[in-house]
């Protein structure tokens, strides 16, 4: 049986009464814990993957940890580009020693997660991998021949949303150039833009996956990256099949339609 995953980015958590279009983040955050615990209460682990708090606040990350107390999964939080290291720390400080970039193995296959986030960024959002995390990533994909599944926060190709591909990964080709040239990693998953979109590189796929909040409308080229829309949050699940891992994506709350059977079909 394969291990099930569940990705969860972009949940930007907010001070009551200080929502974002219109919308509570921790309110869509909630609804969508509460999803995933009563359909896939099977899962293994719930990576969280970046932009944790819409502005980087003690007081937001609190928040955050109260939503998470009385939730069923083991927890890996990633940092995006509206986090605050210094902050996230004050609330998590076991999360606060060094990089927040690591590896969990799951059956045969390893799930790589990255730490993309640059608060020396000139334009404030994009995402950077340093030296000290390249070399980083190079030992891991180096250290073992297992499949490997990889999760960023920003993305390292090209979206189609001129906004967006503004302030993604910089360094991007040559991360995903030594992603390539391992040949290991069967996908690599990001957030950041908050709407789903599937590429490949070199013979990877990558693809993004929505937020639980807000989403970036379906307007490719020109416009900005805080264009947002209120559509259904959602979530990802992956199933880590060492040979052909699957990622699906869960709309939550969409209007109630009941399951029926065609039996001409």
């Not at 599937?198 to 989403?215: D, E, F, L």
Request: proline fraction near 5%; hydrophobic fraction near 40%; glycine fraction near 8%.
């Amino acid at each position: 049986m394969a291990a099930k995953i569940l990705l969860m980015s972009d949940i930007h958590i907010t001070e009551p009464g200080n929502q974002i279009i219109g919308l509570d983040p921790a309110a869509r955050f909630r609804r969508c814990l509460e999803h995933a615990a009563e359909h896939h209460a099977d899962a293994a682990h719930l990576f969280i993957m970046g932009d944790l708090a819409h502005h980087g606040r003690v007081s937001q990350y609190e928040i955050l940890k109260q939503c998470l107390a009385d939730q069923p999964f083991p927890v890996t939080l990633m940092l995006g580009n509206h986090d605050k290291r210094g902050a996230f720390a004050e609330v998590f400080p076991e999360c606060a020693a060094g990089f927040r970039h690591g590896r969990h193995s799951f059956g045969e296959t390893d799930v790589l997660f990255l730490d993309t986030l640059d608060e020396q960024a000139h334009d404030r959002h994009s995402g950077r991998l340093c030296h000290a995390r390249l070399d980083w990533l190079q030992t891991q994909l180096t250290a073992s021949k297992r499949p490997l599944v990889i999760l960023s926060h920003h993305h390292m190709l090209r979206s189609g949303f001129d906004g967006m591909d503004a302030i993604h990964l910089r360094n991007g080709t040559e991360v995903a150039d030594m992603i390539a040239a391992s040949g290991r990693c069967q996908m690599v998953i990001n957030g950041h833009i908050h709407r789903i979109i599937v590429s490949s590189y070199r013979g990877v796929t990558h693809a993004m996956i929505k937020s639980p909040c807000h989403q970036m409308p379906m307007v490719l080229g020109a416009g900005a990256s805080s264009l947002s829309v209120a559509e259904p949050g959602g979530y990802g699940v992956l199933l880590l099949d060492p040979l052909s891992p699957l990622l699906h994506h869960v709309d939550v709350d969409l209007p109630e339609c009941p399951v029926a059977f065609d039996g001409e079909s």
